[in-house]
């Protein structure tokens, strides 16, 4: 499976973001996708997950309201629009892929196939 992320970039504080991470190789009847993000000297961090089969989403607090992950699947691409961005947002944003459809498995960090990530700026 390969993950390829793209959409990031240079945004002011209160912009907006979208995201995109399409999926190749491989398919499962029942996965999660997520992404994460990791700021410059901190640990990687979970940010957003949903279940492809079911839809169902769940993020992390500091995103919540603000965040909107979903899905397409007929071009098996998951998407991350981010609203309302803040400095502490700023990070590189990593999609990945869990295989078996467990969630405390990607709340761990446990994914099965990461992507290569992208940057996200936010200036205040």
């Known amino acids: 499976v390969q993950l390829q992320a793209s959409g990031g970039g240079l945004v002011q504080a209160g912009g907006s973001l979208r995201l995109s991470c399409a999926a190749s190789g491989r398919t499962f009847s029942s996965y999660f996708m997520a992404w994460f993000r990791q700021a410059p000297g901190n640990k990687r961090l979970f940010v957003a997950a949903?279940?492809?089969?079911?839809?169902?989403?769940y993020y992390v607090e500091s995103v919540k309201g603000r965040f909107t992950i979903s899905r397409d699947n007929a071009k098996n691409t998951v998407y991350l629009q981010m609203n309302s961005l803040k400095p502490e947002d700023t990070a590189v944003y990593y999609c990945?892929?869990?295989?078996?459809?467990?969630?405390?498995?990607?709340?761990?960090?446990?994914?099965?196939?990461w992507g290569k990530g992208t940057l996200v700026t936010v200036s205040s």
């Open positions: 949903i279940n492809w089969s079911e839809g169902n989403a």
């Open positions: 990945a892929l869990e295989r078996s459809g467990t969630l405390n498995k990607v709340l761990n960090y446990a994914m099965d196939y």
